[in-house]
């Protein structure tokens, strides 16, 4: 079946810009979860859904950050007034349930210039 | 919050040879350790986990131990391959929590 996918795969922006990440987790995965990758870093927890809920917001960098998830589905992570060292790969990973095994997507490539 | 350390950084080894890479978590109510593989551009691959009822678990060339006492879990990887390549991450997390990663072990398999 399908794997999560996310979009867009490559953005460039320019600083003070808004952008909008998406991610489209397996069908029937409860549990979405946000991280970001900084050149040759390790994985950084940004935010995680159980459902439609982010019960734990305290890994997002700053308050330009947000998530949102509807119809316990599709998530979108936004980053309003864009700086550079927001520059990273931001991952996006589901599972079936939150103890359960992470399948990550391609990721989104950010650029800010 | 939990938090998970792991050892060593980077790790190089003959191609044949066994690699063991460390880590160690703070929360002992952790009782989910997976293990990703991240080649150089990919996205992470789940490789193998371990839950806290379970001591080892092994896949071919790949075992995964865990203690709770210790509060510690390796990764095993024998007869190592060119192939075997990458950055592993542990990670552990439980029920209601999300998980936390390790910093990760770059390995290099030298042929």
């Known amino acids: 079946g399908a794997g999560v996918s996310q979009s867009p795969s490559n953005k460039v922006t320019e600083k003070g810009k808004d952008v909008e990440l998406r991610c489209d987790p397996i069908?029937?995965?409860?549990?979405l979860y946000w991280y970001r990758q900084s050149l040759g870093q390790g994985l950084e927890f940004l935010i995680y859904f159980q459902g439609n809920s982010a019960p734990d917001k305290s890994g997002l960098p700053s308050d330009r950050f947000s998530a949102e998830r509807t119809g316990g589905s599709v998530s979108t992570l936004t980053i309003q007034r864009t700086q550079q060292e927001d520059s990273a790969v931001y991952l996006c990973?589901?599972?079936?349930?939150?103890?359960?095994?992470?399948?990550f997507g391609p990721g989104t490539r950010l650029t800010v210039t | 919050g939990e938090n998970v350390e792991q050892h060593p950084s980077t790790l190089s080894v003959q191609e044949g040879d066994s690699a063991v890479i460390k880590c160690t978590y703070s929360d002992s109510a952790s009782n989910y350790f997976p293990w990703y593989k991240q080649e150089l551009g990919k996205r992470p691959q789940l490789i193998i986990d371990?839950?806290?009822?379970?001591g080892e678990k092994k896949d071919q060339r790949i075992a995964v131990t865990l203690n709770k006492t210790a509060k510690h879990f390796s990764l095993h990887i024998t007869e190592t391959q060119p192939e075997d390549s990458a950055v592993y991450f542990c990670?552990?997390?439980?029920?209601?929590?999300?998980?936390?990663f390790g910093p990760g072990t770059r390995l290099s398999v030298l042929p």
């Open positions: 990973a589901s599972s079936l349930e939150l103890d359960h095994e992470q399948y």
């Open positions: 990670a552990g997390g439980n029920y209601g929590q999300n998980f936390v």
């Open positions: 371990i839950r806290s009822n379970v």
């Open positions: 069908s029937g995965h409860t549990a």
